[in-house]
């Protein structure tokens, strides 16, 4: 990763080997899957899109509404990185997605992955939720601590739409949740 280039594992030379990479990367999404059910009785990716689904709009529309130091920060968290700035950006980060190339309807991303201190642990994920839903179950699952930048945003995850340990909740995000189920 440091020299930009992908580990040999994670580039495929024939047919063969690609399909062996996507094999190993199906059988790493069904062990995260596998282990968070283990240890929470919740089926991780299934339960977030699920939820995503249902609160997307409302969620769009709470976040749109906010502005100074919360739009300030979703605004720099919305940003696709550019290529060229990647193998710096990896090097640096903790734990991020990146995204190859603009999602659109006509173009999806060349590669959607997950690094988490600088190592690429996983990429050619499906969709940008199943690369969320996947750090969340990695660091749910591997006892990690969230992200300082991040905190409320996998806490939000965590007690509203996996609805997990809901009784430690934070104000903030509490606030959300309440503004979230409002009906306005």
């Known amino acids: 990763i440091i020299s930009g280039r992908r580990p040999r594992w994670c580039t495929p030379t024939d047919p063969s080997s690609q399909a062996a990479t996507e094999e190993r990367q199906r059988a790493t999404l069904i062990l995260i899957n596998a282990e968070f059910i283990r240890i929470t009785t919740v089926p991780l990716e299934t339960k977030f899109l699920a939820q995503l689904d249902k609160h997307s709009t409302k969620l769009l529309e709470v976040i749109r509404s906010k502005g100074g130091v ?8 919305l940003q696709v990185l550019d290529e060229e700035n990647e ?3 990896l090097e640096q980060t903790t734990m991020a997605i990146f995204i190859t190339e603009k999602e659109d309807p006509l173009h999806p991303p060349k590669d959607i992955k997950i690094v988490i201190e600088g190592t690429e642990v996983l990429n050619e ?6 690369a ?12 990690l601590k969230y992200p300082k930048r991040l905190q409320f945003t ?3 995850v965590q ?12 104000p903030k995000v509490n606030r ?4 979230l189920y409002s009906t306005d």
Request: charged share 25%; hydrophobic share 45%; net charge negative.
């Open 70 to 77: 919360v739009e300030e920060k979703t605004t720099r968290t």
């Open 87 to 89: 193998v710096e950006e």
């Open 125 to 130: 994920l499906p969709s940008v939720a199943t």
């Open 132 to 143: 969320f839903a996947m750090v969340f179950g990695l660091i749910y699952t591997l006892n």
């Open 154 to 156: 996998f806490e939000f």
């Open 159 to 170: 007690t509203v739409l996996m609805e997990l340990d809901g009784k430690r909740i934070t």
């Open 176 to 179: 959300l949740s309440t503004q």
